[in-house]
């Protein structure tokens, strides 16, 4: 951590007009909601502004930016409030003001995520700590957000541009990377002698940019496929489709799809809920359940089912 | 706005010449047949008014955006090629930096210009994401690095978010670009704390459409228009209704008009933006 304190150096109070006031450009000022600010307005408008707004005077501009006290400035303004008291404070350094900037700021969640995780990257710099829950102290983040903030700094640089575009229809959304992410790093995926992470995210943001992903929550069921391939042992053919997905453009999720692994996945799933049915009803003493009518009812329409099922199936079941 | 050639000037092999020798460069090959079925699209009686638009086409090639990059660095103060005669840190990043995209092909035609194409200069070049982690002061200077300035609402939207953010604290901050609309220009000015250099201004009589462009009658301008609206119903007169006839070797703005750069079942654009 650098030996500067993350907090600015007080100079002094006093009034200053309010037109020479400026707001923070680290200030997430999108979730200032007017309707919430009314009776703060009405108070200011009665008695003034009571404790000052903290400022500092930048040194590019001379002007006065507003480190605490965005809401107080604007309501000044809303009631034409002339000046306003304010307790100045040495310009703050870059990773100052934007800690001070997360603290009062606690939720970003209007925000673009982006600019949020390369303030996060430069506070992870700076106090050279990547800890998740030390990084939620520090900014004040919820550590959920800080997770996703890792996660989008965790991509290639021109990923991560591709999120802070000028152009916004060539601007790739944060939840696209978030959500690609769990697949880049799924173990079996890895496994595979022709995944590569660059290729494989090129291949997407294709899929994404030609509409063959109807929403980036289908990243999710890559996952799961991905997931039940394993438990299926069906892996070696999961390797193929995911290949022939990312390779043809044109191929959607649908193409991952395998029926063999959806009904191995199922039955597994089934046998085991089976399993852990057997015991219980084995171990079951039928004097203490003697009243247990509608447990008894459900399982005598599961018999009947069960039944029915291995009837369909040719099974012999009168033992 | 450069001046058409006279009315009903012949359509003949100098005048095609002429078109190929200016649109040399284009990301897809400008040739004589092209050009030709080209103004095939325009009726009979339009093609003298298809020709005199070409000639009118202003089209930047590898030198005219060197050029542009090389004066308009030389021209902001502070910069020297020096590293010990430059004033504070400068760093240069594209401002559209997505694949494929403009900002990174200006970013190398920008190296090259300046000569600045040695990895001793890697450094001085970054990823906008990278801009925050420079932790530049009042004393530094931030070059961002585009093609063209049309409306200028795409670069004020960026600047309010995110590079104001990203930028915040940095003494100065410029927006190079080969070409610029006037209106642009002055929106960015005026609602960003960026400083806009480029090469070359649109006016308003650049325009085709616009009252202010005198090479063309009203009657030539509505039939013209027609034809745009064949190319694109939607923008005609290309985005924000600019009616430019801009072309960049690397690729055709959108702020051109459609029938240069719309490519459809019923319409080619001499210059498609996608192929």
């Known amino acids: 951590m650098s030996d500067e304190a993350p907090v600015a150096r007080a100079i002094g109070v006093k009034n200053v007009k309010t037109a020479e006031l400026h707001q923070n450009p680290h200030n997430p000022r999108l979730l200032f909601d007017r309707v919430n600010m009314d009776p703060l307005e009405d108070s200011i408008g009665r008695v003034g502004i009571l404790v000052p707004l903290t400022v500092y005077k930048e040194k590019k501009t001379g002007r006065y930016i507003i480190l605490d006290g965005q809401r107080r400035w604007m309501c000044a303004q809303a009631v034409n409030l002339p000046t306003v008291p304010v307790n100045e404070v040495e310009e703050p350094t870059l990773v100052q003001n934007i800690v001070t900037m997360f603290q009062i700021h606690k939720l970003r969640l209007d925000w673009e995520l982006m600019p949020t995780a390369l303030k996060l990257e430069l506070l992870m710099h700076e106090v050279n700590d990547k800890s998740v829950s030390r990084l939620a102290a520090l900014t004040g983040l919820d550590q959920a957000m800080v997770v996703r903030c890792k996660k989008l700094l965790s991509f290639p640089k021109k990923y991560q541009d591709m999120m802070l575009d000028a152009n916004p229809d060539k601007r790739i959304k944060a939840d696209f990377f978030i959500e690609l992410y769990p697949v880049l790093h799924d173990r079996q995926i890895k496994q595979y002698d022709w995944f590569k992470p660059s290729s494989f995210t090129e291949a997407m943001l294709e899929k994404h940019k030609v509409k063959k992903l109807k929403a980036v929550t289908e990243f999710r069921y890559v996952k799961q496929q991905l997931n039940n391939s394993v438990k299926a042992r069906k892996t070696v053919v999961m390797g193929r489709r995911l290949k022939e997905f990312a390779e043809d453009t044109s191929l959607t999720i649908a193409h991952l799809e395998l029926v063999t692994i959806k009904t191995a996945t199922t039955a597994l799933k089934i046998s085991k809920a089976a399993k852990e049915l057997y015991d219980a009803v084995e171990d079951i003493d039928t004097d203490e359940y003697y009243g247990e009518t509608d447990m008894w009812g459900t399982l005598e329409k599961l018999s009947t089912l069960i039944r029915a099922r291995l009837k369909q199936l040719g099974r012999r079941i009168d033992k | ?275």
């Open chain 2, 1 to 275: 706005m450069r001046a058409p050639l006279e009315r009903n000037a012949p359509i003949d092999q100098a005048r095609i010449d002429a078109w190929l020798n200016d649109f040399v460069g284009y990301r897809t090959n400008v040739n004589q047949g092209r050009v030709e079925a080209y103004l095939k699209q325009f009726k009979p009686a339009d093609r003298d008014l298809g020709a005199r638009v070409l000639d009118c086409v202003e089209f930047f090639g590898p030198d005219r955006i060197a050029n542009a990059y090389r004066t308009g660095l030389a021209a902001l103060p502070g910069w020297s090629p020096k590293a010990e005669e430059r004033q504070g840190r400068w760093v240069f990043a594209p401002m559209s930096p997505s694949a494929g995209d403009s900002g990174g092909t200006m970013l190398h035609h920008f190296r090259l210009a300046n000569g600045m194409a040695k990895n001793k200069f890697n450094k001085m070049f970054v990823h906008p994401s990278s801009l925050l982690t420079q932790q530049l002061s009042a004393d530094d200077t931030v070059v961002l690095l585009d093609d063209f300035v049309g409306t200028g609402k795409q670069v004020s939207d960026a600047w309010a978010e995110p590079f104001s953010e990203l930028l915040a604290g940095v003494g100065n901050v410029y927006l190079i670009v080969v070409a610029a609309r006037r209106a642009g220009r002055e929106r960015i000015q005026n609602e960003t704390e960026l400083m806009v250099h480029f090469g070359h201004e649109f006016v308003d009589c650049d325009n085709v459409f616009a009252n202010e462009c005198v090479h063309f009658t009203v009657e030539e301008k509505d039939s013209f228009k027609r034809y745009c609206k064949k190319a694109n119903r939607k923008q005609p007169a290309g985005f924000g209704d600019c009616g430019l006839l801009v072309v960049f070797a690397h690729r055709c703005p959108n702020d051109s008009v459609a029938v240069l750069h719309e490519s459809n079942k019923k319409w080619k654009g001499l210059f498609p933006r996608n192929t």
